[in-house]
């Protein structure tokens, strides 16, 4: 039996008995998935409440849903984890974005590091940042929210300086980063065996984080870890490390 597919569903289109579906999702189940009167729909409110639904009509330009029962979303881990990413080309920050959605991350901000290729309102040999670009960042961080059947919808926010990343990520209970000068301090050692409900943590560009950076991480008590002996790419490294939080607090 194929999965019940699952849509997010605004706030202002929830009423007791009726779910309003509209835009390029109404498109989406009327269209792609064929869907008719009866076929049943997971809608999730992005607060974590699923709503299992039942399709009431079609109407134009959305869908009808009745609601028949509500829970609260099992997918989520248990530790609401936020990734400072520092800025990179548009296709690794997609790759990025969309996997570490799927394992689990709430929240992403995109970093302006010492060594980042994008700049905001630049183009020639860095990379711009526009508004059209969070749009569609945004989409795909909801579709990789809809695949993997999340009960939230991770928001993606940028371009941040590296000042403003620090200050932002010490609201957390546990703030690290990855970095490949570090020999003591392993992600295991840092992760395991405490208590904490919120982390953070740094991903570095290709080039990696600069000497000042990592001097602010020293002066505000981040913790540097080494993810082993291999070096890993700045679309990997956060991979590896949402895979572990995942594992590690299921």
Known sequence: MLPVPKFFADGKNISAGRIVIDGDDALHIKNSLRLGVGDGITVCDGNRVDYECRVASMEKGSVVLTPVGSRVSETEIPVATTLYQAAVRGEKLELI???????????????????????????????????????????????????SMRGVVPRVNGLITFEEAVARS?????????????????????????????????????????????????????????????????????????????????
Do not use: H
Not at 129 to 137: M, S
Not at 172 to 187: I, N, Q, Y
């Open 97 to 147: 974005i969309q996997k570490c959605v799927e394992l689990g991350v709430c929240e992403i901000n995109v970093v302006l590091t010492d060594n980042s290729v994008m700049r905001p309102g630049k183009s020639g040999q860095g990379l711009q940042w526009d508004e059209k670009k969070a749009i569609r960042y945004n989409k795909i961080s909801e579709a990789a929210a809809k695949q």
């Open 170 to 250: 010490l609201k957390s209970d546990l703030v690290f980063a990855p970095w490949e000068k570090e020999r003591e301090t392993g992600l295991r050692d840092l992760i395991t065996g405490r208590s904490y409900k919120t982390a953070g943590f740094f991903i570095g560009p290709e080039g990696g984080f600069s000497e000042r950076e990592t001097g602010l991480f020293r002066e505000n008590g981040i913790r540097t870890v080494t993810l082993g002996n291999r070096v890993l790419r700045t679309e990997t490294a956060g991979l590896y490390v949402m895979a572990a939080m995942a594992y590690e607090n299921s």
